[in-house]
């Protein structure tokens, strides 16, 4: 067969997908023209595919050997590389483009953008920025630059000024204004952000964009508009998991929906996104063997600088490594140092961000995880279709997010007797399995300050006050809050959150408090940063509902400040009452928002009684289950045998 037979069938082969047969075509006509760049070319990217680098590297140096200015000899293969995950065998080869020219900036393009998609984003950056060097004016690369630039770590300002420069010649870009609003919300100025969200859908209402302003509402606390623009975008896109897992989330603020009503729609969602899901390729263990170490497998996009740390680390550190032997799953894109804090306490590590659904599956699955831990429910950074894939023996829904994750294939939710009380079981999916002392302990962060003196005492007047992100803070609570301020003469509200350093969005707030009548000259909106410093300035923590403060409870107990609260559905209306029972303060937790009333009024009128309550309750809390981290270690690992061999009873 004639040569350029050969290369045309090797062609075919390869875009065929048969590729052992187009390496073997390949390699005759190499042995017929040795000195056919495109065949060593193609052959370099069949090889590399395979996974042997070193001999697709010696391919393709000897192609562009041949054809040292050959693009598409040198994108190709810088693309396969990428596709390897081999970024500095990618940039290696681009850089052997003598110059690079307007009629290139598709492949370079396409080689940001493939490093984009797959979150590789310091490495997509130079090609992005090649790429709108050579032209200008192309809008959709200077976008992608800008995606890729809000993704790293402190860079929200160059890419906002990079999507005003497309807005400056496309004012209707819909694209850019969602992404525009996205970004100011996730940087904590939700009045902009709903301003460009809302623009975008007046241009486009498409499903993501309505997604994104009902985001924005809830983070203003209008949780009725953010319901509203996430059901309709579910409607729009019924098979969006994503969206629809939004939808969950913002349901937990819902104060109208009865319990029941949205167990159902997390049920749906579960039975939706058990559909849609194949069964993996490899099974886990059945059952696991006996003789060694239970393997535990945690899967989280938190192992950083985040809450968790304080609930985690302590069981982390202190699990028995004779009877168990801990993985971790990191869904994160940036590490950090606290990250390798995490690390530091696991057997095993695995970077998990840029695998797909089946790979992470596979990949637990080759790990032979016998009980896998999400952390992460239907908040950011969860891979709940993971789970759907039921890679690991057992499969426990914990801590990160608080209630049902709606999936049948989620065999455990692990909590306790005050956060899921008996009868509360109709409203999980999984069966709920109750830790004897507390579902928490809790480590606090070195950077806390000691306990200040009482602000009653120094001012003269009792200040009531609230960290808690605005999306809990419905009208309800707000109602209660100002009868209270009402039955409290001269006390004072303070309210301390990161949106109120922005004057807009500090003034929004403003004007809803003054709009439901609060005594605004009696009221603080503060941005404390660091936070911790807002404590010594509030003697009474006001809970929110239906959604319990979590972290900011303990944080506020820690710094002697008590919390008062009203107990609500299970299970994120009881996340305060943990711990206000665990420390002896059962009777800070009330039933409705008339006892809470009575409550913060009876606590007000005894300044004498919150003083000394301020300076006991860092050592209640030394002294109880939350930092007896040795007791609530074993409590957990009691549970996980548990689970263990009840696993393996019911496969017999």
């Not at 809302?198 to 997604?211: E, F, G, H, I, S």
């Not at 006996?290 to 609930?311: E, K, L, M, N, Q």
């Amino acid at each position: 067969m004639r040569a350029d037979a050969l290369y045309e069938k090797a062609v075919r082969q390869q875009m065929d997908g048969e590729d052992e047969a187009a390496k073997s075509t390949y390699k005759r006509l190499l042995a017929k023209d040795p000195q056919n760049a495109s065949a060593l070319g193609n052959l370099a990217l069949l090889i590399c595919a395979s996974g042997d680098f070193q001999a697709a590297d010696k391919l393709f140096e000897r192609a562009t050997a041949l054809a040292p200015g050959s693009i598409n000899i040198i994108t190709n293969y810088a693309k396969a590389c990428i596709d390897k995950q081999r970024f500095d065998a990618a940039g290696a080869a681009i850089a052997r483009l003598k110059t690079t020219r307007p009629e290139h900036v598709a492949d370079i393009f396409d080689l940001g953008m493939r490093l984009t998609v797959q979150q590789h984003f310091t490495a997509a950056e130079p090609w992005l920025r090649k790429a709108v060097d050579l032209a200008p004016n192309d809008l959709r690369a200077k976008f992608t630059l800008a995606n890729c630039i809000s993704s790293q770590p402190g860079r929200n300002e160059e890419a906002i000024a990079l999507a005003n420069e497309i807005l400056a010649v496309e004012p209707e870009n819909d694209f850019t204004l969602s992404f525009l609003g996205g970004l100011f919300s996730a940087t904590g100025k939700p009045v902009q952000g709903a301003q460009y969200l809302a623009r975008a859908v007046r241009v486009n209402p498409r499903a993501t964009y309505l997604a994104g302003l009902g985001s924005a509402y809830a983070n203003l606390g209008d949780i009725t508009s953010a319901l509203r623009c996430l059901t309709e975008a579910a409607v729009k896109e019924p098979d969006n998991l994503a969206i629809r897992s939004n939808l969950l989330f913002m349901r937990n603020y819902d104060d109208v929906a009865p319990a029941e009503q949205i167990f159902e729609d997390y049920k749906r969602f579960g039975d939706l996104l058990q559909g849609k899901i194949a069964a993996p390729s490899t099974q886990p263990p059945r059952p696991a063997p006996g003789g060694r170490p239970i393997r535990v497998g945690f899967c989280s996009g938190d192992f950083r600088t985040h809450a968790c740390a304080y609930f985690l680390a302590p069981l982390f550190r202190n699990l028995d490594r004779t009877r168990f032997t801990l993985f971790a799953y990191s869904n994160l894109a940036y590490p950090d140092a606290e990250t390798e804090r995490f690390r530091a306490e696991f057997d095993h590590w695995r970077e998990v961000s840029s695998l797909s659904d089946a790979e992470m599956a596979q990949k637990i699955c080759e790990d032979g995880i016998d009980i896998l831990f999400d952390l992460s429910g239907h908040t950011t950074g969860n891979r709940l279709p993971v789970f759907a894939l039921k890679p690991a023996l057992v499969q426990v829904s914990y801590l990160g997010f608080g209630y049902t994750t709606g999936l049948a294939a989620m065999d455990y939710f692990l909590g306790d007797e005050t956060l899921v009380p008996q009868g509360a079981e109709s409203l999980f999916v999984e069966k709920v399995v109750r830790l004897p002392r507390t579902m928490f302990c809790y480590e606090p962060p070195e950077t806390a300050p000691d306990v200040g003196a009482s602000p009653a005492t120094r001012n003269g007047y009792v200040t009531f006050g609230s960290l808690s992100r605005i999306i809990r803070m419905n009208d309800g609570v707000l109602e209660t809050w100002r009868t209270l301020l009402e039955k409290v003469p001269n006390s004072r509200l303070w309210l301390d959150q990161p949106p109120f350093r922005d004057e807009e969005n500090r003034e929004h707030f403003r004007q809803r408090l003054e709009e439901r009548s609060f005594p605004m000259d009696r009221v603080t909106l503060a941005a404390s940063k660091p936070h911790w410093p807002a404590y010594h300035e509030i003697d009474i923590t006001l809970d929110c509902w239906p959604h319990n403060i979590g972290t900011t409870a303990i944080e506020s107990l820690w710094m002697g400040v008590p919390v008062l609260s009203k107990r609500d559905r299970p299970s994120v209306g009881r996340v305060a009452s943990v711990f206000n029972k665990v420390v002896g303060l059962e009777d800070w937790t009330v039933a409705t928002p008339e006892a809470f009333v009575t409550r913060g009024v009876a606590a007000a009128g005894n300044i004498k009684s919150l003083a000394d309550l301020r300076h006991s309750l860092r050592g209640r809390i030394q002294a109880s289950p939350l930092m007896d981290y040795a007791a609530f270690t074993r409590d957990v690992e009691a549970a996980l045998i548990g689970m263990v061999e009840q696993e393996i009873a019911k496969r017999g």
